[in-house]
């Protein structure tokens, strides 16, 4: 199963793209003013949340760091994704059941629990990421930054892609 721990490699270096292409402004605010540093920390907060969930096989994406220093310093949001790497380094193939807590409400606080597996919970990382980059491009179109095409594209849509340029 190195190949998922590959992909949330590949997923995290789509979000360090974003980063430097952030830290290569002049204007270093638009980092923050965009929106983009929010949807920066929400991703790295979801990895953070599995990472330190799976040591109790315990999950909760619900414990986030909002206003974190990954929203005002790129530098440090860049270490966070070293680290994740590493991380996914080390990690072992492993399908034992964790449990993952998520509110999901929104007129009440209501946090469910659910059953799942490390695997799977990589697989949502990905997805999430892709999500939240797509996003993070149509923002970045109102500074007039641009991205590379396939940023933000799902592995699906890619390999779609690839058998229409061939075919």
């Given amino acids: 199963m190195k190949q998922l721990h590959k992909a949330c490699s590949t997923s995290l270096s789509q979000v360090k793209l974003v980063l430097r292409k952030f830290e290569l402004l002049e204007d270093d605010s638009v980092y ?32 986030r760091n909002r206003g974190s220093k990954v929203e005002t310093d790129i530098e440090f949001a860049l270490e966070i994704i070293s680290y994740l790497n590493n991380w996914l380094l080390t990690l072992e193939d492993n399908t034992q059941v964790i449990t993952i807590d998520s509110e999901i409400a929104f007129d009440e606080q209501f946090i469910e629990t659910f059953q799942s597996n490390q695997n799977r919970e990589l697989l949502s990382m990905i ?20 991205f590379p095409d396939e940023l933000g594209i799902a592995p699906s849509t890619a390999s779609f892609i690839r058998s229409e340029a061939s075919g």
Wanted: charged fraction near 20%; hydrophobic fraction near 35%; avoid cysteine.
């Fill in 32 to 63: 923050q003013s965009s929106g983009v540093s929010r949807h920066i920390r929400h991703i790295l907060d979801h990895y953070l949340a599995l990472k330190n969930g799976l040591e109790g096989n315990h999950v909760n994406y619900n414990r």
């Fill in 127 to 146: 997805n999430h990421t892709i999500h939240h980059i797509a996003y993070i491009k149509l923002m970045a179109k109102k500074y007039d930054i641009e």
